[in-house]
């Protein structure tokens, strides 16, 4: 997808979906957010930039660890997830005085110049169509010894909560298209390589990839089969389920039961996952 497609997506269908959602989804990947406030050693910053906030979790999580001293705007392009963290917000009262949120493409928005001394993403910068000309024009918004930290998936292949329910989904369904490689998507970022140097040409140094490993634990209240009927319909495989008939869609949901039966235990539905912590310096 391109930068008016991604706007598109996630101001339609999906992205309502994605708010009603947006909750389960701030838990389970609430360690992945806190697993990078601890590896970059953000504790100093006094503004921040929280690029792709989605319903804001993250947002509101840095503004509690970093204190009302610290100002965070979180930005994103979902009009359904930003009303999910302006509510949220309106819900800390006068804690939240020094959070704001802002409905904008991070990749072309004018934020000003040097207003910032920490760039700060949960998986929210994978989806940029030029992903160097995205950080050379965010760089413009940090100060001279602002820095960055960001998460991101590792490829396919390390990430089977994503692999696992795909693979039995294109049982049933035609293969899409493939994709460009580090075409925008969630996978976009899965060569390290590739992060330092798309990092390095937007201006940014002192690149670091990490590796992280995290489980991804959904929890349901209707038991397995509507455990993993959640996961297949949050991930990739759901956009593949959009314009499917209902039968397709039932035969897709049951391949994907079998797959993922042996990963259901005490009601939870855990599966293995694999991110890239990046951090790197303003030049």
Known sequence: ????????????????????????MSRMLAPVAEALIEHAQLDTAKAVLDVGCGGGSETLMLAKRLGPEAC????????????????????????????????????????GEQQFDLLFSRFGVMFFDDATAAFAHLRTAMQPAGRLAFACWQSLTNN??????????????????????????PFAFAEPEYIESLLGDAGWSDVVVTPHAISMDWEG???????????????????????????????????????????????????????WLVTAANS
């Open 1 to 24: 997808m391109n930068n008016d497609e991604q706007i598109a997506y996630w101001n339609g269908d999906a992205g309502r979906k994605w708010a009603q959602r947006d909750a389960m």
């Open 72 to 111: 965070v705007l979180g930005v994103d392009v979902s009009a359904p997830l930003l009303e999910v963290a302006r509510t949220e917000l309106a819900s800390m009262g006068d804690a939240g005085k020094s959070v704001g949120f802002v409905q904008a493409d991070a990749s072309s928005h004018d934020f």
């Open 160 to 185: 089977p909560w994503t692999a696992l329910p795909l693979k039995a989904a294109l049982s049933v369904l035609p293969p899409p298209p493939a994709p460009k490689p580090r075409s925008p998507g």
């Open 221 to 275: 209240n209707g038991g397995f089969n509507a455990t993993a009927r959640e996961l297949v319909n949050t991930g990739p495989v759901g956009r593949l389920l959009i314009d499917v008939d209902e039968k397709t869609r039932e035969a897709v949901h049951t391949a994907a039961a079998e797959t993922l039966a042996p990963y259901y235990q005490n009601e939870q539905l855990s599966l293995p996952g694999a991110v």
